[in-house]
T-cell receptor, first 112, second 113 residues
C-alpha cells in the first residue's frame, strides 16, 4: 500500500533556510503536495508539484522532486517565526480524483 | 469566495451518543472528501463524495460511520454510538470538477468523554 514518511521535527533559527524531507512509496503518484497546519487550525495548501516536474519555485518556497528515489523536499528560504507549524507531505496516486495519502507531519520550530 | 466551512468547530459527546459533522464546500466545488486526524498522526482518508453519490468509502470504518452529500445542503459525516477512540479532528476538503487540488476546512475536533 501507499506510505509517506517524514522526519518528525526540525528546528532552525530565524533567517536560515529550512529543508523538510519526505519519501513516498507509490510509484504511480501523480501529484505531490505540501500543506501547512498551524495549531488548532485546518490545512493550508502551500504548493504542489506534478510528477513529471523536477522543481517548482514559489516565492520563498522551493519544491524538489526526485522521482527515481521517490524523494520530495520543501525548502523555505529566510525562515520566519510565522513559519512555525506542522508541514504535511501528501501524495495522490489517482488521476481523475485524488484521495490524498499524508505523512505524519514535520513540526518546524523557528527560534528568533 | 468563502473557503470550506465546517461546523461545529468543537464537539463534545458522551459514549453512546451520536455525532453529526457538517461541511459546506467552496462555491463551485462538487467534490467533498472527509479525513480523520488522530492525535500526533497524519490525516487518513475516509470517504469521497460527489453530489448525491458516494464514490469511494474505502477509508470508512465498516460500522457506525456514514456520510452523505445531498443535492441541497452540506455534506454530513455521522458517527453513531461514539466511543472514546473516535476522538479526533475530522477535516473536510473540497475540489472543483476535473481538478486534483483539495482545499481543506478548519476541521471539527470531536472529544468523546
Amino acid at each position: 500500500g501507499e506510505d509517506v514518511e517524514q522526519s518528525l521535527f526540525l528546528s532552525v533559527r530565524e533567517g536560515d533556510s529550512s529543508v523538510i524531507n519526505c519519501t513516498y512509496t507509490d510509484s504511480s503518484s501523480t501529484y505531490l503536495y505540501w500543506y501547512k497546519q498551524e495549531p488548532g487550525a485546518g490545512l493550508q495548501l502551500l504548493t504542489y508539484i506534478f510528477s513529471n516536474m523536477d522543481m517548482k519555485q514559489d516565492q520563498r518556497l522551493t519544491v524538489l522532486l526526485n522521482k527515481k528515489d521517490k524523494h520530495l523536499s520543501l525548502r523555505i528560504a529566510d525562515t520566519q517565526t510565522g513559519d512555525s507549524a506542522i508541514y504535511f507531505c501528501a501524495e495522490s496516486p489517482h488521476s481523475g480524483y485524488s484521495t490524498l495519502t499524508f505523512g505524519k507531519g514535520t513540526m518546524l520550530l523557528v527560534s528568533p | 469566495n468563502a473557503g470550506v466551512m465546517q461546523n461545529p468547530r468543537h464537539l463534545v459527546r458522551r459514549r453512546g451518543q451520536e455525532a453529526r459533522l457538517r461541511c459546506s464546500p467552496m462555491k463551485g466545488h462538487s467534490h467533498v472528501y472527509w479525513y480523520r486526524q488522530l492525535p500526533e498522526e497524519g490525516l487518513k482518508f475516509m470517504v469521497y463524495l460527489q453530489k448525491e453519490n458516494i464514490i469511494d468509502e474505502s477509508g470508512m470504518p465498516k460500522e457506525r460511520f456514514s456520510a452523505e452529500f445531498p443535492k441541497e445542503g452540506p455534506s454530513i459525516l455521522r458517527i453513531q454510538q461514539v466511543v472514546r477512540g473516535d476522538s479526533a479532528a475530522y477535516f473536510c476538503a473540497s475540489s472543483p470538477p476535473r481538478e486534483e487540488t483539495q482545499y481543506f476546512g478548519p476541521g471539527t475536533r470531536l472529544l468523546v468523554l
